[in-house]
């Protein structure tokens, strides 16, 4: 199955280099494979999260909704959607902020402590997903454990630590605040 969805999508994205050099893209690192990566493991965090939310929307909310004629389709788009969109919207943030802590996945998949080439550069077509990479997780991993001499290390795994912190607690707090912003939009109005 693996090998099969990854000549698929190889063809879909990489067609030219295939042609040109017969060099499949699946199998190496990169950041496609990477994101693919990361994305079916936050996945489970998301549907669930999204469920919950689904759930937490009141039943009579959704009658009062059939009693006044709404379709089962107006009914999710206009009443069920917008109460869930907070919860949506949190397991979505706390999901990505997970996915930025990540690194035995990403160790396997293509991230490196120096990359050549960086994924993102001014040519067209500005990304290329089959380039390795580098993540802050790893580096933290090279620098403190690979290192001959550690403690000269020590300040740098520390710097570096705390811009992981510093970046997943902006992801939660973002997810707080998105949360906060659409319940005060979508709140039951009082008369």
Known sequence: FCYGVGGLIDEFFFRASLLA????????????WASLTLALLTLPV???????????????????????????????RRIVLPRALPGIMTGLIL?????????????LVGVKKVALDLPFD?????IHPEREFMHLAYLVYDVGFQSPNSQ????????????????IAALNI???????????RYAPQHF
């Open 152 to 167: 000269a290390a020590k300040p740098m795994v520390f710097t570096i630590t705390l811009l992981l912190v510093v970046l």
């Open 46 to 76: 998301v549907i669930v999260a999204t469920e919950e939310a689904l759930v937490a929307v009141p039943n009579s909310m959704r009658e009062g909704s059939y009693a006044c004629g709404a379709s089962k389709w107006q009914t999710i």
């Open 174 to 184: 973002t997810a707080i605040y998105i949360r906060s912003h659409l319940k005060r």
């Open 21 to 32: 050099d017969n060099q499949p893209t699946y199998g190496t690192g990169g950041l496609l």
């Open 122 to 126: 001014t040519s067209f077509p500005f």
């Open 95 to 107: 999901a990505m902020a997970r996915a930025a802590g990540e690194v035995a996945p990403l160790m």
